[in-house]
C-alpha cells in the first residue's frame, strides 16, 4: 500500500529512538543533531521526572485534555494543572536547545510523540479505570492528540523552517491493547482486547490527518505490520530481536510495498558494542531470506538503538548513536 507521505530516501541512514540520558536539553540536542547527521530527532529527557515522561509528554501534546500524576499513574484532570505546566515547559526547553543546533539545516527531522492507543493504555479516567475501558474517551484521546500534534508540527516548522519533517507515533502498548493483555487499573485483571479495524481506524484518522509522513515504533513482540501499514504508516519501528520468521511475510510485503523499516539492532543499554556491521548482520539475513533487492537494503532500512537511551550513560549513548551509523553505513558499502 503506498502512503500519501512516503518516508524520505535516505541511503544508509541512522536514526534513534527518542529518549536520552540526563537532564540536560542542550548536550542531549548537541549530541544527536552532531551524531546523526542524516536524521537527528528531538531528545527526550525522562530523567527530569513527571511531564518529561513519555506519556507526561504525550498528555502535554494534548488539546483540552489535561492529565496529572497521581500515586497510581497518569490520570484525566478537569483543568491544567502542575504537571501539565512541567510537560509544556520542558517541551519548549527541548524545542529551544534543538532550534539551537540546527540553524540553516534542511535535512530530514524526526519528532517523537506517544500513539492514541499507548495514551489510552496508560492514562486512568476520573473514576480511576485506564481510558482504554471507554470508548468514547479513547475517540477523544484520538481527536485531542492529531489536533495537539498539528500544533507542534507548525511550532517546528517555523523553528527548523528548512527541515522535512517525520513524526514517530510511539505505540508500545499497541500489541497489549490488541491481545487484551492490558491490566486494569487494579491490576487484578485484564481489559478487553480492542477491535483490529477500530484499532486501524483509529490510527489511520490521526495518521491521514497529519502532513507528513509517520513512522510508527513499538518496541514490544507482535508488532502488528499490517494494520500499521493499512492505517498509513509510512515506516515501522521495531526490536530486531523480537522479529521471527513468522513475520517474513509480513514484513517482506511492507518492504516490496514501499514500507521503511527502522530496525532496532544496537543495544540500547551499556555493553561492549561489536563491529558495526556484525550488528547488521541479521538484517542482511533477512534481505536474503525474503530473496529481496540486496541494492534496496540500505535505502529501505535505518538502523537504530533497540529502544530508547534514558536508561544508558551518557557515554554509552553517544558511543551508540557513533556505532548506528556506521553499521547504517555498512548496509550500503556490504549489502550482502
Known amino acids: 500500500m503506498s502512503t500519501e507521505y512516503s518516508f524520505p530516501e535516505l541511503n544508509g541512514a541512522a536514526t534513534a529512538v527518542g529518549s536520552m540520558p540526563g537532564t540536560d536539553a542542550r548536550e542531549a540536542a548537541r549530541t544527536v543533531v552532531g551524531e546523526l547527521d542524516r536524521l537527528p530527532h528531538l531528545p527526550e529527557l525522562p530523567a527530569r521526572g513527571p511531564g518529561a515522561d513519555m506519556i507526561g509528554r504525550g498528555a502535554g501534546l494534548l488539546v483540552e485534555l489535561f492529565a496529572q500524576t497521581e500515586p497510581s499513574g497518569w490520570r484525566f484532570s478537569d483543568r491544567p494543572g502542575r504537571d501539565t505546566r512541567r510537560a509544556h515547559s520542558w517541551l519548549g526547553e527541548d524545542l529551544d536547545a534543538l532550534e539551537e543546533f540546527t540553524q540553516g539545516y534542511d535535512g530530514a527531522l524526526k519528532l517523537q510523540a506517544v500513539g492514541p492507543w499507548t495514551l489510552a493504555a496508560s492514562i486512568e479516567l ?41 513524526l514517530q507515533l ?65 515506516a515501522v519501528s521495531l526490536d530486531f530481536s523480537f522479529l521471527t520468521e513468522r513475520d517474513d511475510d509480513d514484513l517482506g510485503e511492507a518492504i516490496e510495498g514501499g514500507t521503511a523499516v527502522l530496525a532496532g539492532v544496537v543495544p540500547s543499554a551499556d555493553r561492549e558494542l561489536s563491529d558495526p556491521a556484525g550488528s547488521v548482520q541479521g538484517v542482511r539475513t533477512l534481505w536474503r531470506r525474503l530473496g529481496l533487492d540486496p541494492e534496496l537494503l540500505g535505502r529501505r532500512v535505518l538502523v537504530t538503538p533497540t529502544c530508547g537511551l534514558a536508561g544508558a550513560s551518557p557515554r554509552y549513548a553517544r558511543a551508540a548513536l557513533s556505532h548506528t551509523v556506521k553499521a547504517a553505513q555498512s548496509l550500503v558499502d556490504t549489502p550482502e
Open 126 to 166: 476520573h473514576y480511576g479505570e485506564k481510558a482504554l475501558s471507554d470508548r468514547g474517551a479513547c475517540r477523544d484521546i484520538a481527536g485531542s492528540l492529531t489536533e495537539g500534534l498539528r500544533r507542534h508540527l507548525a511550532d517546528v516548522r517555523k523553528r527548523v523552517p528548512g527541515a522535512q519533517l517525520v
Open 170 to 234: 510511539d505505540e508500545p502498548s499497541l500489541p497489549a491493547v490488541l491481545a487484551g493483555s492490558v491490566k486494569t487499573a487494579s491490576g487484578f485483571q485484564r481489559l478487553r482486547a480492542v477491535d483490529r479495524q477500530h484499532a486501524e481506524q483509529a490510527l489511520r484518522d490521526v495518521i491521514g490527518a497529519l502532513d507528513v509522513p509517520v513512522v510508527v515504533h513499538s518496541c514490544a513482540p507482535g508488532v502488528p505490520i499490517p494494520l500499521l501499514r493499512r492505517a498509513g504508516a509510512a
